[in-house]
């Protein structure tokens, strides 16, 4: 079941830190500071705080590590941005997939072997919700979210900022020829089973298996849309 937007409260706080973000000008692997000084900064109560770092993680703009902080996952304003967008311009979608290729099953790999068990339960609630979603926008929202938390799992820093510029410039290149035949995916579209065969080899710690499993999913998705891989 997918979680309920943020209150009010928390809109304003969420804003608030993408403010403190930008300004600070935090890139990727960036740590921010702690709660207790994020809740004195922006003047707001614990709950409300965490509600709005929630909010943040789910858009893959930060992500958590237990013990350890909270983190930037993507720039939030600083130049490079930019330059991103307009690579994303100049490459075509097939291309796009191809790169993930190379990128994206080693990722899947490194998260069996170093994936902890809050990683794996990331990794399976948004494999659920992507099976979940009522139309093509929230289900390509929660795959997007499915192929992070994999990328989270892996537990590195650098290949976790490579999978986020990757995706940076994956969404600045045109995906419009791409149309839909109905209003949502249907109960055996395959990157459903596709999706749960790379959570299990994950669970399962077998790297050979999930970089195999990413490889075909995302081979598949590419003949799918573009006829091609």
Not at 118 to 134: C, G, P, T, W, Y
Request: proline fraction near 4%; aromatic fraction near 4%.
């Amino acid at each position: 079941m997918l979680m309920e937007p943020p209150s009010t409260g928390s809109d304003r706080t969420v804003g608030a830190l993408r403010a403190l973000i930008a300004d600070g000008c935090y890139g990727p692997g960036d740590r921010l500071p702690p709660e207790r000084r994020l809740i004195a900064e922006l003047g707001v109560t614990r709950n409300t705080l965490r509600k709005a770092l929630d909010a943040l993680e789910r858009e893959g703009a930060i992500w958590r590590h237990v013990g350890k902080g909270t983190f930037v996952a993507r720039d939030a304003g600083c130049a490079t941005v930019g330059g991103f967008l307009d690579l994303g311009r100049q490459l075509t979608p097939v291309k796009t997939m191809r790169a993930r290729l190379c990128l994206e099953p080693a990722i899947a790999r490194e998260a069996a072997i170093n994936a902890s068990t809050e990683a794996i339960i990331r990794v399976r609630i948004a494999r659920e919700r992507a099976r979940e979603a009522s139309n093509w926008k929230l289900y390509e929202e929660q795959d997007d979210r499915f192929h992070r938390a994999v990328a989270e799992a892996a537990d590195n820093l650098l290949l976790l900022s490579l999978f986020d510029r990757l995706n940076e410039v994956r969404r600045a290149v045109a995906f419009g020829t791409v149309v839909r035949q109905t209003e949502r995916p249907d109960a055996n579209h395959p990157s459903f089973a596709e999706h749960d065969a790379i959570a299990a080899a994950i669970e399962a710690r077998d790297p050979a298996a999930a970089q195999e499993t990413m490889r075909r999913h995302i081979g598949s998705v590419s003949a799918r849309l573009f006829g091609e891989v």
